[in-house]
DNA sequence: CCTGGTTAAGCGAACGTTCGCCTTAATTCA
DNA sequence: TGAATTAAGGCGAACGTTCGCTTAACCAGG
């Protein structure tokens, strides 16, 4: 391993004092041009590279942000993470700080004791945090310890108590509801998640608030949840497909792109032809939803600039110890639509 | 920021010098059982967590490990991420290591750049670096600078110049080309990668050695080649559904499962049944592979594995400086053999 | 000729460790 | 009894920075 020069080497070709470099580098000298020139001719010369670990001593802050998530089941892809991580990845390096990504664990205990190892070591001097739920230990924990975060999405009727940014899930849901109301459809379905999930319940929300939007009762045996798979989404499907036509909806609200797929299987099986006989929306617009036959109408959240605000607040709360405004920010999703939602063909009834 | 307790806080409190708090944490000391007892409880009272920076800037070396990958196109997801990363976090942690994860840049130059300074700030002590193909600029910029890393996957024609890891897709679309064969396939076909990917070539060996061990003529007209999108194995499968019937293929092994999923929606398009009158293969095992209609059949690799045997070899690297036997490695993936290959009736031809 | 203000740079100290050598007192052995 | 050995722990130094105070030289104004 080759070391890399050091300030005391560079100052000797220089001719100054190391602590003089140091300043130079820092933009925080009162030094002649010339010695200024010499300094950095020295520095160029010498490949010199300021080290880290001797810098963050010194500063006491490691310019490092952690971040962790919960893995996909095995059966399933998180179509987001690539481009979640890079662009958080991205952001960071521009504004010299990196990610230290370390595993997830299922256990709360053991979860919050990597937290802490890696705060109280100095490893990092702050957290994205993700997958927030309902029972998060990790918000009240950091918040406890006064240890800098920022979420990607918030708790349940969070009154922002700390920063974050969310996708607003209702508000996708509701442009799905608009755009079928607008092709026509008055019997609309929802496949929604279980009542645990925050994520889920706020996307649902959308769909009651479209309805009422469009002056349509609601009717809870046109909602069913279940963990968001395409079996789930198969066989709710094939149970909405079996109500009498009274209430037999016309098209199906997906509170996630799995479920979409299972749905328009069980619309195909059925003998039907989804889009023209029964429209579906999915959410989450994974990039398969634009090669399903037919391609699949889905919400599309703007993955990429929400983790570069998240870094961007969360190195602005590092460096100047105050939130930035706003604290917490709700961002709308938008609505790509395509063949799944297309040629519907409203009887009058 | 509450900063942790220093080991001079700790001495003070047990009554020794703080450099005997130091040796008794190594466990490099000779201290009286007593001594010891007063100092690690003093540790356990203030809550001591040794500071990352004062250590690695004593010990210089970071214990982490540097890692950056090419993002997946936005139409496409990559399938192995989440594994391959959790499994590399979960083996550095239970080391004591992490990753420092840095954004990919497609310009070279500016990739190395990266490297270099990750490296010359001592920031990272060696790197995992993937996606290696012909012209990988990566490579010998870290052996000439004698950096430590290890590699997903390997060059052209190397003959493990450096430590690494790969699957043997050769054998895994052997594995595909076997089963296809025992099946009573005589015509197959192959959609594969650009000649510029060494992976996709690696992947076709196997294509060819599968009709060599089976005694069949290879056709260059049964090969397509073109990016791994569904959309060419789609447009490609066409071409080969409309060749004459005496060379038309009863099988189409696919380099990835892109590709595959095209062709079965061709083959679907053109009226036929994938699995009894064509059969389909894919490569990687796509979750969603298991939810197609009908099931795909396809190479499977075992990446936990992967991620953990290059984090385990790479530490092994950095703390001993010797490259742990064997320095190179092969795996095989397992075929999941599923419906796209399954009831086929040969017609005697 | 002295005072006070710049300008340019030096210097000591500190951040929290680890490492190797040194000291002290007690013990052992001939 | 005195020298050699051992156990237990102290001590100085170093890793590479940054920070704040001091200093030396120079200059203009009274």
């Not at 580098?25 to 010695?35: D, F, G, L, Q, Y």
């Not at 001719?41 to 490092?64: F, H, K, V």
């Not at 490893?123 to 997958?131: A, C």
């Not at 940014?165 to 929604?192: P, S």
């Amino acid at each position: 391993m080759f070391k890399s020069a050091t300030l005391k080497e560079v100052a000797t070709k220089a001719g100054v004092s190391y602590q003089t470099v140091s300043k130079v580098i820092n933009h925080k000298a009162n030094v002649s041009p010339e010695t200024e020139k010499r300094i950095w001719d020295a520095i160029a010369e010498l490949n010199y590279t300021p080290n880290y670990s001797g810098r963050s001593l010194r500063q006491q802050r490691s310019r490092t942000i952690g971040y962790t998530w919960e893995p996909s089941p095995p059966d399933q892809t998180n179509p987001i993470l690539d481009a979640f991580l890079q662009s958080m990845f991205r952001t960071a390096e521009e504004k010299g700080y990196y990610l230290l990504c370390f595993p997830f664990h299922a256990d709360d205990a053991r979860m919050l004791k990597v937290y802490a190892h890696l705060w109280d070591t100095g490893r990092v001097d702050g957290f994205v945090i993700s997958r927030l739920n309902y029972d998060e230990a990790i918000v009240p924990y950091l918040s406890g310890r006064k240890i800098p975060f920022v979420g990607f999405g918030r708790l349940e009727d969070d009154n922002c108590s700390f920063p974050y940014v969310d996708v607003d899930g209702g508000n996708g849901v509701a442009q799905a509801m608009d755009h079928l109301v607008a092709l026509g459809h008055r019997k609309i379905a929802a496949l929604a998640w279980p009542k645990d999930s925050r994520v889920g319940n706020n996307r649902l929300e959308g769909y009651f608030s479209g309805l009422a939007k469009a002056g349509l009762q609601s009717d809870l045996s046109l909602v069913v949840r279940g963990e968001g798979t395409s079996e789930v989404g198969f066989d709710a499907t094939n149970y909405l497909l079996g109500l009498p036509q009274e209430i037999r909806p016309t098209a199906i609200v997906c509170m996630n792109d799995m479920m979409a797929i299972g749905a328009m299987q069980a619309i195909q099986k059925a003998g039907l032809q989804v889009g023209r006989d029964i429209g579906v929306t999915g959410f989450d617009d994974t990039p398969t939803a634009r090669y399903l036959t037919p391609p699949l109408t889905s919400v599309s959240q703007p993955i990429p600039a929400i983790g570069e605000t998240l870094v961007e607040r969360l190195i602005e709360l590092l460096e100047t110890g105050t939130y930035p405004e706003p604290k917490c920010e709700l961002v709308a999703p938008r609505l790509e639509v395509r063949e799944s939602t297309a040629s519907y063909v409203p009887t009058v009834g």
